[in-house]
């Protein structure tokens, strides 16, 4: 496979776009190499500058669910922009999304769109912070929750401790009011409850953590963290941007059966547009602008391009109940991978949520921040390597999740386990 073509592109971004890219992960730091650039994408493929056809298990990071340029969502989009791209005003198809996400998330009274997964959280925190008059918030170790200064802080030297600044740019006293605890420590948790007692506003989590790889929640950590915000009027936030839609149409919080006061949504709600969202129980998002003190706002927020395609996707799930066939096709998958690491005596921890998917190269089960950063990262860049030489695009870093579409076969599982079998062994 020639790369030429992506490496001439590569080299001419870099001139004009910082590291040749709009976003970190897609330079492929930490796989190494030139990262490829991609000309099309079509059901579960992409095809690269180079004219080098690839199975997706990218997905754009999420959104693409129903794979890639699905003709239902594509003519959707193409029949809202013969009517404009965007007024600055309601439209009716703001309406109609909010209406499916309401069916979709009945802890949800009223939604608020805005235009990605950092908006919907940061101004999630917000409103907890003005609805609760506290200031404090918990936060779970290798959570990520969009790039809101606040939220990018790096756990301070001992357990509960303050934050420390987790990039450059923001002040320590932005972070001074960010707690970072380890995820499934519930133990962790009511101790910061009792150290920081009445200070905190709310705990915010990713309910199924995507971001570290695919992470589960362990011995009924979630209904346990519900149980004590609620018994100290601490508000629990869901970023549901990842999980939300993913694994069933709902989220996470819908498969554990869990109320969390605040969701926040991103990814498959725009069905491939920009589309963020957060929405709660009307007492709550009440107090957001225009009706309460908590100021928001957002010139493209909810503009009919991007709810038409969210509309389109979201009554494609609905209606075709795609969820069985992708999820057991991901089954396949997680358990084909697992024969593998099995036969060939290779440690590999294979996490699934629904449609969710991280092969991590560890000797041990990854429940936490702590063992994801114990796998061995130079193998999984081999590893990627391979893949990507055989005709498979996974995430380019052991920390992202792989995504599986609605448009991936068992045909295209059997191609990608070939591959797997000669990257384990690379
Ligand atoms: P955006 O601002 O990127 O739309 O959403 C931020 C965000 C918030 N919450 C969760 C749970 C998320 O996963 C994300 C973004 N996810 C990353 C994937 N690791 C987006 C990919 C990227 O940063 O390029």
């Known amino acids: 496979m020639s790369y ?8 001419k971004a870099s001139n004009h776009l910082v590291g040749g890219v709009n976003s970190p992960v897609r330079a492929f730091k930490s796989v190494g190499g030139t990262p490829l650039f991609i000309d099309k994408g079509e059901g579960a493929y992409i095809t690269d500058a180079d004219n080098n056809r690839y199975i997706d298990f990218v997905g754009s990071y999420g959104p693409l669910i129903l794979g890639h340029n699905n003709p239902i ?3 959707a989009i ?17 309406i109609v999304l909010a209406e499916l996400v309401k069916e979709a998330f009945p802890s949800i009274e009223k939604v608020r769109f805005v235009n990605s997964g950092t908006e919907a959280v940061m101004s999630a925190v917000r409103l907890a912070r003005a609805f609760t008059k506290r200031n404090k918030i918990i936060k779970f170790a290798g959570c990520y929750h969009g790039h809101s200064d606040f939220l990018l802080a790096a756990a301070g030297s001992g357990l509960l401790t303050l934050s420390l600044p987790g990039s450059a740019g923001v002040p320590e006293t932005v972070v001074a009011d960010t ?4 995820y499934n420590d519930i133990n962790a948790v009511a101790q910061a409850f009792e150290k920081y007692k009445n200070e905190i506003a709310a705990v915010l989590i990713e309910p199924v953590p995507g971001n570290m790889g695919l992470v589960l929640p362990e011995n009924d950590f979630l209904q346990k963290l519900r149980e004590l915000t609620s ?8 970023d549901e941007v990842m999980s939300g839609f993913r694994q069933c149409f709902g989220g996470a919080q819908t498969y554990y059966n869990i109320n969390p006061d605040i969701t926040c949504l991103g990814k498959i709600i725009g069905g491939g547009m920009p589309v963020g969202a957060y929405g709660a129980r009307a007492e709550i998002m009440d107090m957001v602008a225009p009706l309460g003190p908590v100021y928001q706002a957002g010139t493209l927020s909810g503009n009919p391009i991007a709810m038409a395609a969210g509309i389109a996707t ?3 799930l609905k209606d075709k109940n795609i969820y069985k066939h992708i999820n057991s096709v991901t089954a396949l998958l997680a358990d084909g991978i697992r024969n593998i690491a099995q036969e060939n005596h290779i440690k590999i921890q294979v996490a699934v949520f629904g449609s969710m998917i991280t092969p991590f190269f560890n000797d041990h089960k990854v429940t936490d921040y702590e063992t994801a950063i114990k796998s061995d990262t130079e193998k999984f860049a081999r590893f990627f390597w391979t893949l990507i030489h055989n005709g498979i695009y996974p995430p380019p870093s052991q920390f992202e999740t792989w995504f599986v579409s609605a448009q991936h076969t068992e045909a295209d599982v059997q191609t990608t386990l070939k591959a797997f079998q000669s990257a384990v062994n690379s």
Do not use: D, M, Q
């Open 4 to 11: 030429e073509k992506s490496k001439a592109l590569f080299e």
């Open 78 to 94: 193409v029949k809202a922009l013969e009517k404009g791209t965007t007024f600055g005003a309601s439209t009716e198809n703001e």
């Open 73 to 75: 969502v594509h003519e």
């Open 179 to 182: 707690i970072i605890v380890p």
């Open 314 to 316: 979201l009554r494609l």
């Open 231 to 238: 018994a100290n009027n601490i508000l629990l936030i869901f």
